[in-house]
Nanobody, 123 residues
Framework: QVQLVESGGGLVQAGGSLRLSCAAS????????MGWARQAPGKEREFVAS????????NYADSVKGRFTISRDNAKNTVYLQMNSLKPEDTAVYYC????????????????WGQGTQVTVSS
């Protein structure tokens, strides 16, 4: 099992940047695919980005391509989401996710989730 704790959320103006972090417990972090998803009020949870074991393979939702970057540091058991050029529609609770065998866009496939961190982008 792996436990995930997100941090780095907050309030930012449109056009600004934030970097989210997700710290994972355990010694097997490098064997998990990692992802980020978000959920806005009244909406379903949606995929944002994911990354393979070594960090070289990455996937992004079309809505964040070119603005968000996912990365990981296996030595620190941490995955990051750098968010630039933020828009009000990026406002949501952002969740970190992990899975042993999947890192696609179907959020229901991920086995482990953090508690989420709020990101609010003001116009």
């Amino acid at each position: 099992q792996v436990q995930l704790v997100e941090s780095g959320g907050g309030l930012v103006q449109a056009g600004g940047s934030l970097r989210l972090s997700c710290a994972a417990s355990g010694r097997t972090f490098s064997t998990y695919f990692m992802g980020w998803a978000r959920q806005a009020p009244g909406k379903e949870r949606e995929f944002v980005a994911s990354i393979g074991w070594s960090g070289t393979s990455r996937n992004y939702a079309d809505s964040v391509k070119g603005r968000f970057t996912i990365s990981r540091d296996n030595a620190k058991n941490t995955v990051y989401l750098q968010m630039n050029s933020l828009k009000p529609e990026d406002t949501a609770v952002y969740y970190c996710a992990a899975d042993r065998s999947y890192y696609g866009s179907r959020t229901y496939e991920y086995d482990y989730w953090g508690q989420g961190t709020q990101v609010t982008v003001s116009s």
